[in-house]
């Protein structure tokens, strides 16, 4: 089988609250998996699961080809979304003590450790206190720390919240330099825009519902619209105007006039290609700018309410 993990059929009420309502997903191997959705969607829950945290009222997980059980939780690495460490410990001792729990020697995790803090360049932390450490280098300490003993599965729950954009960067790159390494990466994120581009597969969770799910490129293609933003000087701004919209039905009020450009969106029909397009307008002028319009995972999640 080629999924590291799958979950079937996840449901969990707190009292009469339905936190997850029937939510299944399938994690291949060597993919990063996107939980996508807002605050309260289910995602935490989802994850809480998984780890062994939560059970669920229904539905069961398998992990490898086994049925979840007790020692799976050392094939994970857990990031959780509330990120605890002893304010008064020092850094270096808190991750050494927090890397032994996870099963490694303490030489070898003095090792790694070393290595991951200069890779990060936080190696003169080691001695600071964990209370003098802002939000985002406390959660950069728990990065490390989860992932350090290199398990096969690596959970991170709101990896981003927290981290000003540069270290968001930071981080997402060691994301994808942890897949290529071979780790299976799970994460959720209730910002979709800024990390979509990490995921080879998302769900996307609203209301305790899974309401979509797939391989991105897949469902970027299905919720294209074909669309077309385009930048073009021509000698004769009300021609071209006047042509496109009986060539390419383009309502008038679509042009803009910036500077000396024309701006406008375009949205084929089925029996224009973008080629048609491009040939056209190099005919009438000079291309400055030719870009099809993909929607967002959040584009794509607002239509995918509406269209449930
Ligand atoms: P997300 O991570 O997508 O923001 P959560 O999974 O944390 O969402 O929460 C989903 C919903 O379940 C929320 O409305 C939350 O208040 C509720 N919930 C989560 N855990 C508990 C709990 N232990 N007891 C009661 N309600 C809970
Ligand atoms: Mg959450």
């Not at 073009?232 to 009300?238: A, L, M, N, Q, S």
């Not at 000079?286 to 700018?289: A, F, I, K, W």
């Given at each position: 089988m080629n999924n590291l993990l799958e979950a079937h059929h996840i449901s969990k009420k707190f009292g009469n609250f339905t936190a997850l309502?029937?939510?299944s997903i399938a994690v291949p191997k060597g993919s990063i998996f996107g939980l996508l959705g807002p605050n309260g969607a289910g995602k935490t829950t989802l994850i809480r699961v998984i780890n062994q945290i939560t059970m669920p009222d229904t539905g069961h997980v398998i992990l490898d080809n086994e049925a979840l059980q007790p020692h799976h939780v050392r094939d994970i690495g857990y990031l959780p979304e509330e990120r605890g460490l002893y304010k008064s410990m020092k850094v270096g001792e808190q991750a050494l003590y927090l890397a032994q729990l996870k099963g490694l020697s303490k030489s070898e995790a003095k090792?790694?450790?070393k290595y991951w803090f200069e890779r990060l360049e936080i190696g003169d932390w080691w001695n600071k206190k964990i209370q003098e450490l802002s939000k985002?280098?406390?959660q950069k300490?728990?990065?490390?720390?989860?992932?350090?003993?290199?398990?096969?599965?690596l959970i991170f729950d709101e990896p981003f919240s927290g981290f000003d954009p540069i270290n968001a960067n930071l981080i997402k790159d060691e994301i994808l330099r942890l897949k290529e390494e071979g780790a299976t990466v799970i994460f959720s994120t209730h910002r979709m825009e800024s990390v979509e581009e990490l995921c080879d597969h998302i769900a996307l969770i609203h209301q305790s519902n899974k309401i979509l799910d797939g391989k991105l490129i897949d469902i970027k293609r299905a919720y294209k619209t074909n669309t077309y933003e385009i930048?073009?000087?021509?000698?004769?701004?009300?021609?071209?105007?006047?042509?496109?919209a009986e060539k390419f039905t383009v309502s008038p009020a679509n042009f803009k006039t910036i500077g000396d450009e024309l701006k406008l969106?375009?949205?084929l029909q089925e029996m224009h290609t973008a080629n048609d397009l491009l040939s056209y307008l190099t005919s009438k002028g000079?291309?400055?700018?030719f870009v099809e319009l993909v929607p967002s995972a959040n584009d794509i999640f607002i239509q995918a309410v509406k269209n449930n």
């Open positions: 309502n029937n939510v090792t790694r450790l985002g280098m406390a300490i728990q990065f490390v720390v989860t992932v350090l003993h290199q398990p096969k599965l930048g073009i000087r021509t000698p004769d701004d009300r021609q071209l105007q006047r042509e496109m969106n375009v949205k000079e291309v400055s700018h």
